[in-house]
């Protein structure tokens, strides 16, 4: 869906693949060139640029069809135009529509994963924008990106070099298990906040809690959704 809403977005604003690199900051306008022909997604925080520069939200840009957005707000007006045994046999379909969707699981095709990048479970990963693969069996819960744990700090519940999926957010609740960025290092944390204090703290009684209140470099960059149990 990235690849396809990537090539729908640009050529919206007139823009060719060069022009786009050039506007990210690429130096070169192979990365755009592969990003659109699906060869990969880009990391998260390349992701989010996309989206700013589109202003669009991050995670439509990654599961929604962009191209039929424009035309939601077509549905209620015309659907005021039919007649009510019309408007009836519309809900009804649409309703029937909806009974068939899978709720809030995905399946991927390929059965290849791909695995964006390394998130500590100790003293912070080094946002590198590395990748990998991986196969899988079976269905996922419904995620934005995986990535993979280094680490021990996050047991019992996670384990060292295990991929967890993730959903894009960057705001999350307390004592969920989020993926914050945190001077230019990565980690997967349980968040610990009240109105005077916000923490990142292991699950490993043995690692410290990371205190991020007032650290302008701490974002969160999503709350984990599930893990790969292949």
Excluded at 114 to 127: F, K, P, R
Excluded at 169 to 194: C, E, F, H, P
Aim: net charge negative; aromatic share 6%.
């Amino acid at each position: 869906m990235f690849a396809q809403n990537l090539r729908y977005l640009r050529k919206q604003h007139h823009l060719n693949q060069t022009e786009l690199a050039h506007q990210l900051g690429r130096k070169s306008v192979a990365s755009v060139s592969e990003w659109e022909s699906g060869k990969y997604t880009p990391k998260l925080p390349i992701v989010e640029k996309i989206a700013n520069l589109f202003e669009v939200n991050a995670s439509d840009l990654l599961q929604r069809d962009l191209s039929q957005l424009d035309h939601q707000t077509d549905i209620v007006p015309l659907y005021e135009q039919l007649t009510p045994t019309h408007q009836q046999r519309v809900y009804a379909y649409a309703q029937r529509l909806k009974d068939e969707q899978v709720d809030n699981v995905v399946q991927l095709p390929s059965k290849i994963l791909q695995i964006d990048g390394v998130v500590s479970a100790g003293t912070g990963e080094e946002l590198v924008d590395e990748r990998d693969e991986m196969d899988y069996q079976g269905k996922l819960s419904q995620f934005d990106y995986a990535v993979k744990i280094n680490g021990d700090s996050m047991e019992p519940q996670f384990h060292d070099q295990q991929i967890v999926l993730v959903k894009a957010t960057t705001d999350a609740d307390n004592g969920q298990i989020v993926i914050a960025y945190v001077d230019g290092r990565s980690y997967i944390k349980q968040l610990k906040k009240t109105d005077q204090h916000c923490r990142l703290a292991s699950l490993n009684p043995k690692y410290a809690p990371i205190d991020v209140q007032g650290n302008e470099s701490f974002a969160i960059k999503g709350v984990v959704t599930g893990i790969l149990d292949n």
